[in-house]
Structure formats: C-alpha cells, structure tokens
C-alpha cells in the first residue's frame, strides 16, 4: 500500500503560472522527497526535506513540510512546457531502507 | 558516469511465461532497490539488497516472483508464471551506502512488461 496521498490528481496550468502540488502522508519520517518522471522516462530526484525542516528552494522549486499535519507541498514558478510530468512525492521511513511514494500529481504545461 | 541501467527495456510476455528483468546499478553502489509501477500510480517497493544480501523482500507480491544479486552487483528480477496483474513498469534502483540513514536513491528507465 502507498504511504501518500496527492492532490491534484491532475493540474493543468498555462505556460509561465506556478504550480502547486500537495502531498499527505501517514507515519513519521525522516525525510520527504518530491520527483519527477516523464512519460516513457525513468525517476528524477529534484529535491529533499528533512524532518526537521519547513521549507527548502532548489531554483524553481519550493517545497515545505509541515510535520504537525504530515503533509508538504511542491510549488513550481513560473513553469514551462518542460515541467510537464507527473510529479511524486516520497517518504524514507524511520527504520526502514525504502521509500514510500504516493500516487502522483499529472502536471500538464499548456504553451 | 553511467548510470542505472535495465533491460530489456520493454516486455511482452504470454500470461503462463517465465520473464527475466536485468538490472545494471551505478557501479560501486551497496544497495539495489526493486520497485514496481502499475499504470498511472506511485511506484511501489518490491525488495532491498545490501550487496549480494536480500534484505528486505517484503514487498514481493507473491511467490512467483524472486530477485537475486549473486555477486552484489548485476541483479535479476525473475517473474514465473506471468498473470496480466504483473503487467507495471519495474523499476530498479542503487545507492551508494547500505544502512545507517538516508542515501539518495538512483532510478533506471524502467522495464516495462505487457502481459496477454
């Protein structure tokens, strides 16, 4: 079973808005990753959040972490065509050596 | 540097077949990561090796599948008796380190099996 839920499902936005993806999850963690996967295409890690962090930028991208809600999200500005992907939140459980992924976001970029 | 690599890269396979997934990670990396993506879903973990060791199988759906890593390295995800519910994208990952926190998992392409 997944550990995450997403929301949207599906987003579909125009070239140049930001983006807003949301991810929930269930048991503690040690950290929160978000990646991308293109269609046909193998995962990407775009980028990683600690327990003990709220918020972390990586160019475009600004994620947060609330553990007190269990859940974080992904905002990426100003988007462009290459941003279409499904997006996948992660988690790397406490004890554990795997991660969680949850079901995904579809992100689709209209030019 | 090269990184995780799979093959074949597609699949189609007769439910009642015997499939054999190849999974080549980054070289030098401890642990190797079997995961398996069904159609428009989050991957989700099959097993864990640390070196040639299988860890951590629990993920595997049934005793038809089994995965093997005889010398650490190269690692083989065997499924016998194919049934169309196999049919996902299987995905194969490597980090660098074995236990002891958190290490940046790398992903192949994926091999993606068509069960008829």
């Known amino acids: 079973s997944q550990q995450g839920e997403e929301d949207p499902q599906a987003l579909s936005i125009q070239e140049g808005e930001n983006a807003t993806m949301n991810c929930s999850y269930k048991?503690?963690?040690?950290?929160l990753q978000w990646y991308r996967q293109n269609s046909g295409r193998g995962l990407v890690h775009l980028i990683l959040?600690?327990?003990?962090?709220r918020e972390k930028h990586s160019g475009r991208l600004r994620v947060t972490l609330d553990t007190s809600k269990k859940s974080s999200s992904l905002l990426i500005t100003a988007s462009r065509a290459a941003d279409t992907a499904s997006y996948f939140c992660?988690?790397?459980?406490?004890?554990?050596?795997?991660?969680?992924f949850g079901q995904g976001t579809r992100l689709t970029i209209n030019p | 540097g090269a990184g995780v690599s799979q093959s074949p890269r597609y699949k189609v396979a007769k439910r009642g077949q015997d499939v054999a997934l190849r999974c080549d990670p980054i070289?030098?990396?401890?642990?190797l990561f079997w995961y398996q993506q069904a159609l428009g879903q989050g991957p989700e973990f099959l097993t864990y090796?640390?070196?040639?060791?299988?860890l951590d199988k629990s993920g595997l759906p049934s005793d038809r599948f089994f995965a093997e890593r005889p010398e650490g390295s190269v690692s083989t995800l065997k499924i016998q008796r194919t049934q169309q519910e196999d049919s996902a994208v299987y995905l194969c990952?490597?980090?660098?380190w074995g236990r002891g926190g958190y290490n940046e998992q790398f992903f192949g392409p994926g091999t993606r099996l068509t069960v008829l």
């Open positions: 070289s030098g990396h401890v642990s």
């Open positions: 992660a988690t790397y459980l406490q004890g554990a050596q795997k991660l969680v």
């Open positions: 048991t503690s963690i040690n950290n």
């Open positions: 990952a490597s980090s660098l």
């Open positions: 090796f640390q070196n040639e060791a299988q």
């Open positions: 959040i600690r327990s003990n962090e």
